[in-house]
Protein backbone atom coordinates (compact mmCIF):
# COMPACT_ATOMS: atom_id res chain seq x y z
CA UNK A 1 0.00 0.00 0.00
CA UNK A 2 1.35 3.74 -0.47
CA UNK A 3 0.11 7.27 -0.58
CA UNK A 4 0.45 10.27 -2.19
CA UNK A 5 -1.15 14.06 -2.09
CA UNK A 6 -2.06 16.77 -4.33
CA UNK A 7 -2.32 20.42 -3.62
CA UNK A 8 -5.00 22.38 -4.49
CA UNK A 9 -5.08 25.79 -3.93
CA UNK A 10 -7.87 27.50 -5.31
CA UNK A 11 -11.40 26.57 -4.63
CA UNK A 12 -12.95 26.95 -8.39
CA UNK A 13 -10.20 24.62 -9.15
CA UNK A 14 -11.27 22.27 -6.92
CA UNK A 15 -14.99 22.60 -7.79
CA UNK A 16 -13.97 21.74 -11.19
CA UNK A 17 -11.57 19.27 -10.84
CA UNK A 18 -14.16 16.95 -8.71
CA UNK A 19 -17.20 17.10 -10.71
CA UNK A 20 -20.67 17.48 -10.35
CA UNK A 21 -21.69 15.53 -6.99
CA UNK A 22 -17.78 14.80 -7.05
CA UNK A 23 -18.34 12.54 -10.30
CA UNK A 24 -15.11 12.72 -11.77
CA UNK A 25 -13.37 11.57 -8.63
CA UNK A 26 -15.97 8.69 -7.94
CA UNK A 27 -14.86 7.76 -12.01
CA UNK A 28 -11.04 8.09 -10.66
CA UNK A 29 -11.81 6.30 -7.98
CA UNK A 30 -13.94 3.01 -8.99
CA UNK A 31 -11.85 2.60 -12.32
CA UNK A 32 -8.51 1.94 -10.46
CA UNK A 33 -9.42 1.08 -7.29
CA UNK A 34 -7.79 3.68 -5.20
CA UNK A 35 -9.48 5.60 -1.67
CA UNK A 36 -9.83 9.74 -2.21
CA UNK A 37 -10.19 11.92 0.51
CA UNK A 38 -9.64 15.64 -0.23
CA UNK A 39 -9.10 18.06 3.47
CA UNK A 40 -7.94 21.70 3.38
CA UNK A 41 -6.83 21.99 -0.56
CA UNK A 42 -5.04 18.29 -0.33
CA UNK A 43 -6.20 15.66 -2.32
CA UNK A 44 -4.84 12.18 -0.61
CA UNK A 45 -4.60 8.83 -2.54
CA UNK A 46 -3.95 5.84 -1.15
CA UNK A 47 -4.35 1.94 -2.30
CA UNK A 48 -2.08 -0.33 -4.44
CA UNK A 49 1.40 1.33 -5.05
CA UNK A 50 0.53 1.00 -8.90
CA UNK A 51 -2.68 1.98 -8.83
CA UNK A 52 -1.94 5.36 -7.00
CA UNK A 53 0.85 6.29 -9.58
CA UNK A 54 -1.89 5.85 -12.02
CA UNK A 55 -4.29 7.98 -10.14
CA UNK A 56 -2.17 10.16 -9.38
CA UNK A 57 -1.19 10.71 -12.78
CA UNK A 58 -4.57 10.91 -14.01
CA UNK A 59 -5.69 13.60 -11.42
CA UNK A 60 -2.56 15.85 -12.63
CA UNK A 61 -3.33 15.46 -15.89
CA UNK A 62 -6.99 16.76 -15.13
CA UNK A 63 -5.94 19.84 -12.67
CA UNK A 64 -3.54 20.70 -15.84
CA UNK A 65 -6.48 20.83 -18.21
CA UNK A 66 -8.51 22.62 -16.00
CA UNK A 67 -5.57 25.14 -15.01
CA UNK A 68 -5.67 25.58 -19.14
CA UNK A 69 -8.91 25.39 -19.83
CA UNK A 70 -11.27 26.35 -17.40
CA UNK A 71 -13.23 23.77 -17.70
CA UNK A 72 -13.41 19.42 -17.43
CA UNK A 73 -15.88 17.45 -18.98
CA UNK A 74 -17.05 13.54 -18.53
CA UNK A 75 -14.82 13.22 -22.04
CA UNK A 76 -11.72 14.33 -20.90
CA UNK A 77 -12.19 12.62 -17.18
CA UNK A 78 -12.89 9.06 -19.71
CA UNK A 79 -9.57 10.29 -22.16
CA UNK A 80 -7.56 10.72 -19.09
CA UNK A 81 -8.41 7.28 -17.70
CA UNK A 82 -7.64 5.54 -21.03
CA UNK A 83 -4.25 7.10 -21.56
CA UNK A 84 -3.21 6.15 -18.07
CA UNK A 85 -4.34 2.51 -17.42
CA UNK A 86 -2.00 0.08 -20.08
CA UNK A 87 -0.45 -1.76 -17.38
CA UNK A 88 2.21 -2.69 -20.01
CA UNK A 89 4.06 -0.04 -18.68
CA UNK A 90 3.98 -0.98 -15.05
CA UNK A 91 7.29 -3.31 -14.66
CA UNK A 92 6.94 -7.19 -14.07
CA UNK A 93 3.37 -6.95 -15.71
CA UNK A 94 2.19 -10.14 -16.55
CA UNK A 95 1.29 -10.75 -20.57
CA UNK A 96 -1.55 -13.11 -19.75
CA UNK A 97 -3.13 -10.15 -17.80
CA UNK A 98 -5.92 -8.54 -19.74
CA UNK A 99 -5.39 -4.76 -19.04
CA UNK A 100 -8.59 -3.43 -18.37
CA UNK A 101 -7.88 -0.31 -16.43
CA UNK A 102 -9.27 -1.33 -12.92
CA UNK A 103 -6.88 -2.17 -10.31
CA UNK A 104 -9.50 -3.94 -7.97
CA UNK A 105 -10.52 -6.67 -11.21
CA UNK A 106 -7.81 -8.74 -12.34
CA UNK A 107 -8.79 -10.67 -15.77
CA UNK A 108 -6.33 -13.79 -16.54
CA UNK A 109 -6.45 -17.16 -18.32
CA UNK A 110 -7.45 -19.77 -16.00
CA UNK A 111 -6.64 -22.61 -18.16
CA UNK A 112 -4.36 -23.20 -21.26
CA UNK A 113 -7.29 -22.83 -23.88
CA UNK A 114 -8.03 -19.74 -22.37
CA UNK A 115 -4.37 -18.07 -22.92
CA UNK A 116 -4.37 -19.93 -26.30
CA UNK A 117 -7.36 -17.74 -27.07
CA UNK A 118 -6.13 -14.56 -25.69
CA UNK A 119 -2.83 -14.81 -27.65
CA UNK A 120 -4.79 -15.89 -30.81
CA UNK A 121 -6.95 -12.61 -30.14
CA UNK A 122 -3.55 -10.26 -29.50
CA UNK A 123 -2.51 -11.75 -32.52
CA UNK A 124 -4.74 -12.22 -35.40
CA UNK A 125 -7.41 -9.38 -36.45
CA UNK A 126 -9.93 -11.90 -36.94
CA UNK A 127 -10.76 -14.80 -34.12
CA UNK A 128 -13.18 -17.51 -34.29
CA UNK A 129 -13.67 -19.51 -31.25
CA UNK A 130 -16.20 -22.00 -30.86
CA UNK A 131 -16.55 -24.11 -26.95
CA UNK A 132 -19.35 -25.15 -24.84
CA UNK A 133 -21.32 -22.73 -22.01
CA UNK A 134 -18.94 -21.24 -19.32
CA UNK A 135 -15.51 -21.38 -21.06
CA UNK A 136 -15.22 -17.53 -21.05
CA UNK A 137 -15.75 -17.34 -24.69
CA UNK A 138 -17.71 -13.69 -24.72
CA UNK A 139 -16.01 -12.52 -21.31
CA UNK A 140 -12.42 -12.73 -22.40
CA UNK A 141 -13.43 -11.53 -25.67
CA UNK A 142 -15.46 -7.90 -24.13
CA UNK A 143 -12.22 -7.58 -21.78
CA UNK A 144 -9.57 -7.72 -24.89
CA UNK A 145 -11.87 -5.24 -26.56
CA UNK A 146 -12.09 -3.15 -22.73
CA UNK A 147 -7.83 -3.35 -23.04
CA UNK A 148 -7.95 -2.16 -26.69
CA UNK A 149 -10.01 1.01 -26.35
CA UNK A 150 -8.54 1.80 -22.86
CA UNK A 151 -4.61 1.38 -24.90
CA UNK A 152 -6.58 3.50 -27.57
CA UNK A 153 -5.54 1.05 -30.18
CA UNK A 154 -8.93 1.24 -31.53
CA UNK A 155 -11.89 3.88 -31.00
CA UNK A 156 -14.87 2.06 -30.55
CA UNK A 157 -16.32 -1.28 -28.82
CA UNK A 158 -19.36 -3.13 -30.97
CA UNK A 159 -21.07 -5.71 -29.33
CA UNK A 160 -23.28 -7.67 -31.49
CA UNK A 161 -25.68 -10.77 -30.79
CA UNK A 162 -28.45 -12.65 -33.03
CA UNK A 163 -31.90 -12.31 -31.72
CA UNK A 164 -32.95 -15.85 -31.93
CA UNK A 165 -35.69 -17.17 -29.52
CA UNK A 166 -34.51 -20.42 -27.45
CA UNK A 167 -37.90 -21.95 -27.71
CA UNK A 168 -40.01 -18.88 -26.77
CA UNK A 169 -41.75 -16.47 -29.17
CA UNK A 170 -40.19 -12.97 -29.22
CA UNK A 171 -43.47 -11.31 -30.43
CA UNK A 172 -45.48 -12.73 -27.06
CA UNK A 173 -42.54 -10.73 -25.14
CA UNK A 174 -44.42 -7.77 -24.10
CA UNK A 175 -42.76 -4.36 -24.61
CA UNK A 176 -41.67 -2.11 -27.81
CA UNK A 177 -38.84 -3.69 -30.23
CA UNK A 178 -36.36 -2.17 -28.01
CA UNK A 179 -37.53 -3.91 -24.81
CA UNK A 180 -38.23 -7.21 -26.75
CA UNK A 181 -34.31 -7.27 -27.39
CA UNK A 182 -33.02 -6.06 -24.72
CA UNK A 183 -32.59 -9.94 -23.15
CA UNK A 184 -30.91 -10.93 -25.70
CA UNK A 185 -28.25 -8.16 -25.44
CA UNK A 186 -28.35 -8.53 -21.03
CA UNK A 187 -25.24 -10.92 -21.47
CA UNK A 188 -23.19 -8.58 -23.13
CA UNK A 189 -23.85 -5.42 -21.34
CA UNK A 190 -23.57 -7.76 -17.74
CA UNK A 191 -19.65 -8.55 -18.89
CA UNK A 192 -18.64 -4.96 -19.98
CA UNK A 193 -20.29 -4.10 -16.66
CA UNK A 194 -17.93 -5.99 -15.03
CA UNK A 195 -15.04 -4.38 -16.35
CA UNK A 196 -16.12 -0.75 -16.59
CA UNK A 197 -17.42 1.73 -14.08
CA UNK A 198 -21.82 1.73 -14.15
CA UNK A 199 -21.44 5.93 -15.12
CA UNK A 200 -18.22 5.67 -17.54
CA UNK A 201 -20.76 2.91 -19.59
CA UNK A 202 -23.66 4.66 -19.69
CA UNK A 203 -21.40 8.02 -21.06
CA UNK A 204 -19.26 5.83 -23.54
CA UNK A 205 -23.12 4.57 -24.76
CA UNK A 206 -24.42 7.50 -25.38
CA UNK A 207 -21.32 8.91 -26.85
CA UNK A 208 -21.66 5.79 -29.12
CA UNK A 209 -18.11 5.09 -28.34
CA UNK A 210 -19.75 1.04 -26.88
CA UNK A 211 -22.72 -0.15 -28.84
CA UNK A 212 -24.73 -3.15 -28.00
CA UNK A 213 -27.02 -4.02 -31.23
CA UNK A 214 -29.06 -6.67 -32.29
CA UNK A 215 -26.85 -8.74 -35.93
CA UNK A 216 -29.72 -7.62 -38.30
CA UNK A 217 -28.71 -4.15 -37.38
CA UNK A 218 -25.28 -4.61 -38.81
CA UNK A 219 -26.45 -4.76 -42.55
CA UNK A 220 -24.99 -1.30 -44.47
CA UNK A 221 -22.19 -0.69 -42.04
CA UNK A 222 -18.08 -0.14 -42.15
CA UNK A 223 -16.60 -0.41 -38.90
CA UNK A 224 -13.06 1.08 -39.22
CA UNK A 225 -11.28 1.10 -35.88
CA UNK A 226 -13.61 -0.96 -33.67
CA UNK A 227 -12.92 -3.71 -31.64
CA UNK A 228 -16.60 -5.99 -33.18
CA UNK A 229 -17.68 -9.11 -31.10
CA UNK A 230 -20.39 -11.41 -32.55
CA UNK A 231 -21.71 -13.74 -29.48
CA UNK A 232 -23.86 -16.65 -29.65
CA UNK A 233 -22.85 -16.99 -33.59
CA UNK A 234 -23.93 -20.26 -33.82
CA UNK A 235 -27.23 -18.63 -34.13
CA UNK A 236 -26.34 -16.77 -37.57
CA UNK A 237 -27.17 -17.60 -40.65
CA UNK A 238 -24.80 -18.25 -43.20
CA UNK A 239 -25.99 -14.93 -45.56
CA UNK A 240 -25.99 -13.87 -41.86
CA UNK A 241 -22.57 -14.71 -41.26
CA UNK A 242 -21.36 -12.94 -44.38
CA UNK A 243 -23.36 -9.71 -44.15
CA UNK A 244 -21.17 -9.70 -40.18
CA UNK A 245 -17.77 -10.52 -41.55
CA UNK A 246 -18.31 -8.05 -44.56
CA UNK A 247 -18.36 -5.13 -41.98
CA UNK A 248 -14.91 -5.23 -40.87
CA UNK A 249 -13.23 -1.79 -42.05
CA UNK A 250 -9.40 -0.63 -41.55
CA UNK A 251 -7.90 -0.78 -38.20
CA UNK A 252 -10.41 -3.21 -36.89
CA UNK A 253 -10.77 -6.70 -35.11
CA UNK A 254 -13.05 -9.02 -35.00
CA UNK A 255 -14.01 -11.80 -32.21
CA UNK A 256 -17.15 -14.76 -33.26
CA UNK A 257 -17.70 -16.67 -30.76
CA UNK A 258 -20.32 -19.50 -30.35
CA UNK A 259 -21.26 -23.08 -29.18
CA UNK A 260 -22.50 -24.95 -32.01
CA UNK A 261 -24.36 -27.68 -29.98
CA UNK A 262 -26.53 -24.58 -28.72
CA UNK A 263 -28.00 -23.74 -32.34
CA UNK A 264 -31.37 -22.00 -31.97
CA UNK A 265 -32.11 -21.80 -35.68
CA UNK A 266 -35.10 -23.46 -37.33
CA UNK A 267 -34.42 -27.13 -38.29
CA UNK A 268 -32.89 -27.62 -41.44
CA UNK A 269 -30.78 -24.32 -41.22
CA UNK A 270 -27.28 -24.48 -41.66
CA UNK A 271 -25.82 -22.41 -38.59
CA UNK A 272 -22.95 -19.82 -40.22
CA UNK A 273 -20.94 -20.24 -37.28
CA UNK A 274 -20.34 -24.13 -38.47
CA UNK A 275 -20.20 -23.22 -42.37
CA UNK A 276 -17.49 -20.26 -41.71
CA UNK A 277 -15.23 -22.71 -39.72
CA UNK A 278 -15.39 -25.11 -42.66
CA UNK A 279 -15.36 -22.29 -45.39
CA UNK A 280 -12.85 -20.01 -43.93
CA UNK A 281 -10.29 -22.54 -42.47
CA UNK A 282 -6.74 -21.83 -43.84
CA UNK A 283 -7.07 -18.01 -44.81
CA UNK A 284 -4.17 -16.42 -43.46
CA UNK A 285 -5.29 -13.72 -41.29
CA UNK A 286 -7.86 -16.17 -39.24
CA UNK A 287 -7.40 -17.86 -36.37
CA UNK A 288 -9.73 -20.75 -35.17
CA UNK A 289 -9.67 -21.11 -31.35
CA UNK A 290 -11.60 -24.37 -29.60
CA UNK A 291 -12.07 -24.43 -26.15
CA UNK A 292 -12.93 -27.71 -24.32
CA UNK A 293 -15.19 -29.16 -21.25
CA UNK A 294 -11.62 -28.64 -19.07
CA UNK A 295 -11.28 -24.66 -20.15
CA UNK A 296 -15.43 -24.43 -18.14
CA UNK A 297 -14.44 -21.93 -15.44
CA UNK A 298 -18.27 -21.50 -14.42
CA UNK A 299 -19.86 -23.38 -10.81
CA UNK A 300 -18.21 -27.39 -11.24
CA UNK A 301 -21.77 -28.62 -12.07
CA UNK A 302 -21.55 -26.85 -15.31
CA UNK A 303 -18.26 -28.81 -16.41
CA UNK A 304 -20.78 -32.34 -15.58
CA UNK A 305 -23.79 -31.40 -16.74
CA UNK A 306 -22.02 -30.52 -19.63
CA UNK A 307 -20.12 -33.81 -20.11
CA UNK A 308 -23.29 -35.28 -19.53
CA UNK A 309 -25.24 -33.81 -22.82
CA UNK A 310 -22.27 -34.47 -24.60
CA UNK A 311 -21.69 -38.25 -23.63
CA UNK A 312 -22.38 -40.91 -26.46
CA UNK A 313 -24.15 -42.52 -23.29
CA UNK A 314 -26.60 -39.77 -22.78
CA UNK A 315 -30.27 -40.32 -23.42
CA UNK A 316 -30.69 -37.51 -26.31
CA UNK A 317 -27.86 -39.07 -28.08
CA UNK A 318 -28.70 -42.43 -28.19
CA UNK A 319 -31.06 -43.75 -31.16
CA UNK A 320 -34.58 -44.09 -30.10
CA UNK A 321 -35.69 -46.99 -28.92
CA UNK A 322 -39.86 -47.34 -30.19
CA UNK A 323 -41.59 -50.24 -28.95
CA UNK A 324 -43.42 -52.83 -30.64
CA UNK A 325 -47.11 -52.49 -30.61
CA UNK A 326 -48.77 -54.77 -27.49
CA UNK A 327 -51.02 -57.53 -30.07
CA UNK A 328 -52.56 -58.23 -26.56
Known amino acids: MSESTITLSDPHLTLQLFGPNDNNLRLVRNQLGVAIT ?11 SDSVRVATEVLERLKDRVFRTGSLGPEDVADALGGSTDKRNIPGFDRNEVAIGNAGRRIKPRTEGQAAYLEAIRQHDMTFCIGPAGCGKTYLAVAMAVEALKAKAIRKIVLVRPAVEAGES ?21 AINEMI ?4 VKYLMEQNVIEVIPLAYMRGRTLNQAFVILDEAQNATVAQMKMFLTRMGEGSKIVVSGDVSQVDLPPGTTSGLRDAVQRLNGIPGLSFVRLAEGDIVR ?23 VNPPDDR
Open 38 to 48: HRNGQIRISGP
Open 170 to 190: LGYLPGDLQEKLNPYLRPLLD
Open 197 to 200: DFDQ
Open 299 to 321: HPLVRKIVAAYDSPQSPGNRPLR
